[in-house]
């Protein structure tokens, strides 16, 4: 069983449509939990990070983590074309906080 | 503009050659990562570097060595020991990872990558 479990896809959703992005974690020391963006052919970039528990919302996006159930999300509201990427979770005790562990990422289309 | 870049873009290997990637970054980051990306699969740790002249076997390092003679560059070196090094590449960069405040995470900044394919 892998460390962080992320559904590969494709998700494919119409324009305006709130979506969700899932990982689930075995790790029950992992304390720091990001979302990176990774445009097809380029490099991730950080959308959003979580220390602990808890909602953290920027813009339309927000992330929350469960840690009791040891699952966290991505939501996207009014979703656009824009937004299609492959979105990767990555999570990471504290000691280690450089030494990530990541999903194998969500494929996310937004259809016009 | 402050950056990472990585080249080439593509390359190609032949059977039993080495070939080294480059990764130079201009954000004044005393860490650097090199990652290996494969379809359906999380970024892989290849090797990892705090400080100049300093690095780190990460998760899957052997048949890959890497070097850190300047602070800026971070080459990633392939040899013939790869069996299967078919793959996309991404160097990386943070700030200093000695400073551990709770709460505080060190951005990892990615180059665009280079995919490399053996023939």
């Known amino acids: 069983q892998k460390e962080v479990e992320q559904d590969p896809g494709p998700l494919s959703v119409p324009e305006g449509a709130i979506v969700s992005l899932n990982c689930t974690y075995s790790?029950?020391?992992?304390?720091?939990f990001m979302w990176y963006r990774q445009y097809s052919r380029k490099g991730p970039e950080l959308l959003m990070y979580t220390y602990s528990s808890g909602n953290k919302e920027d813009g339309r996006f927000t992330a929350q983590v469960d840690k009791s159930s040891k699952y966290i999300s991505l939501f996207i509201r009014d979703s656009q074309p824009s937004d299609s990427a492959t979105y990767l979770c990555?999570?990471?005790?504290?000691?280690?906080?450089?030494?990530?562990?990541w999903g194998a990422g969500t494929k996310l289309i937004i259809k016009p | 503009d402050g950056g990472i870049t990585q080249s080439p873009k593509y390359l190609f290997r032949k059977e039993g050659q080495n070939v080294t990637l480059s990764c130079e970054q201009n954000?004044?980051?005393?860490?650097m990562y090199w990652y290996r990306q494969d379809p359906g699969q999380g970024l892989r740790l290849i090797y990892y570097?705090?400080?100049?002249?300093?690095?780190q076997k990460g998760d899957i390092a052997e048949g890959y060595s890497v070097s850190r003679e300047k602070k800026e560059s971070f080459p990633l070196t392939v040899t013939s020991a790869q069996k299967n090094p078919t793959a996309f590449y991404l160097c990386a960069s943070s700030t200093p990872i000695s400073i551990k405040t709770p709460g505080s995470y060190n951005e990892q900044f990615f180059g665009p990558g280079t995919r490399l394919t053996v023939l």
């Open positions: 990555a999570m990471s005790d504290f000691f280690s906080n450089y030494q990530l562990i």
């Open positions: 790790n029950s020391a992992f304390q720091y």
């Open positions: 570097s705090q400080i100049v002249n300093d690095f």
């Open positions: 954000l004044n980051h005393d860490a």
